[in-house]
């Protein structure tokens, strides 16, 4: 039995930031705040835990969470973990305007960026499938792509051309 992916958990050392990155860039909305009443599971898990916010768009659903400073830190590079989040788009000119908006934030001056890089260009694979790569404010990277065989049911050539 599969089941559909719940939510994303994003541990963050600044929630503000990153509640306002979510909802100017993807359009999410706050659903709760959690500020405490965390179970002993939650507690253990994540020591220091302090603040859970869910915000969501659509089927997306992010929990931003903090913990208390020093009981944490950034895993090292040869530490498996989680590479990035794709998030698929309908058509390429969705893929375009995705890529805009980021720009559009990013150089905007209003938010502080883990990773301070803007998004990639468009690629185009040899299947005909589009992305760009881009880095939230706490450096985890998104991946925006678009699947010309199963959104629009056209072929790699079609999509190329």
């Known amino acids: 039995m599969t089941g559909a992916i719940d939510h994303v958990g994003i541990q963050t050392m600044d929630l503000e930031n990153a509640v306002l990155w979510y909802r100017e860039f993807l359009g999410c909305t706050v659903s709760?705040?959690?500020?405490?009443?965390?179970?002993?599971?939650?507690?253990?898990?994540?020591?220091?835990?302090?603040?859970?916010?869910?915000?969501?768009?659509g089927d997306i659903r992010l929990h931003l969470f903090t913990r208390?400073?020093?009981?944490?830190?950034?895993?090292?590079?040869?530490?498996?973990?989680?590479?990035?989040?794709?998030?698929?788009?309908?058509?390429?000119?969705?893929?375009?305007?995705?890529?805009?908006?980021?720009?559009e934030l990013y150089e905007s001056g209003r938010f502080t960026f883990a990773r301070a890089e803007p998004a990639t260009e468009i690629d185009i694979d040899g299947q005909g499938m589009q992305s760009f790569y881009a880095y939230d404010v706490?450096?985890?990277?998104?991946?925006?792509?678009?699947?010309?065989d199963t959104s629009e049911g056209t072929d790699a050539a079609d999509a190329s051309a």
């Not at 709760?32 to 253990?44: A, H």
């Not at 788009?89 to 980021?102: F, I, M």
């Open 138 to 148: 706490n450096g985890l990277e998104l991946e925006f792509t678009h699947l010309p």
């Open 32 to 57: 709760w705040d959690m500020r405490g009443g965390f179970s002993d599971l939650s507690r253990q898990r994540l020591p220091g835990l302090t603040r859970v916010v869910e915000v969501a768009v």
């Open 68 to 103: 208390d400073r020093g009981t944490h830190g950034p895993p090292a590079g040869e530490v498996n973990q989680f590479q990035h989040l794709c998030i698929r788009v309908d058509t390429p000119e969705q893929l375009r305007l995705w890529r805009g908006r980021y720009r």
